[in-house]
DNA sequence: CTTTTTGCAAATCGTTTGCATGGAC
DNA sequence: GTCCATGCAAACGATTTGCAAAAAG
């Protein structure tokens, strides 16, 4: 095991990623954090969001279509993927601990708790048309 | 709009899907239906898969490791996915009903039936080890 | 001075696509 | 004969990795 070492990059991205509500891509955050250090490699991006996702720092939420998101909001919540236009939304359920009773009766693996994510049609894509 | 037109390699693969329990992915289908049909290609097998998807004949299943998976049974039901094997299982809950009304008071986009996915740790990554 | 992190480019993995040929109707 | 489906190989997008140079400690 290593030790970890601060690093400039690293403390931008986690920022940029506190600040968003809109569950970006590495791409995006790349974009972003591009402006700050111009000479960013979206390879760093990637380590540095995998890092964090390891450290429970971030959630890395995987989406069907245009690559995976991250959550910097580590207190625990529900998500919800839009399968129109991929956008990851947050869902402030109460904890669905009935749901995970129910399950454990017909099953015997541990469900993660928080762990779900919903699938549907969001407000804007219904909306415009 | 085109017409579909019969091919014994769909109907080999659907066959495969519909005998299946395991939510094979893409690659596990190529291997199975290349021993009736040794000159298959990954590409007719992907072409079919999300063909079946389309039509509604198979339900193609998004997993954070390791490719799509997908299955045959579209009798509405649950998944769980072990994060740590990357498994997907069928999950036999009642219809959680409750689980979109409350998600509903929060949320004004349209959240789909039995889409919902559940993220754990199944009973065999557990025994062993 | 040692170890971690970076930038860069190449590699990898799952999936899709263009195109000429073969099969369904 | 007309389209649709196939096999093949090349292309693709998202992500990971190897490596030498730069930064942190």
Redesign the pocket.
Known sequence: M?????????ESIKEYLNSSCEHP???MVYMSVRQE?P??????V???L?LLADLGEAIKITTPN???RFDGRTAPHYHFCCTKCGNVIDLDLKELTHVNEAANEHFDGIIESHSMMFYGTCSDCINNQ
């Open positions: 290593s030790t970890l070492k601060y690093s400039r990059q690293r891509t590495a791409d250090f000479n960013i490699s979206l390879g760093t990637y380590r540095n995998n245009g690559g995976d």
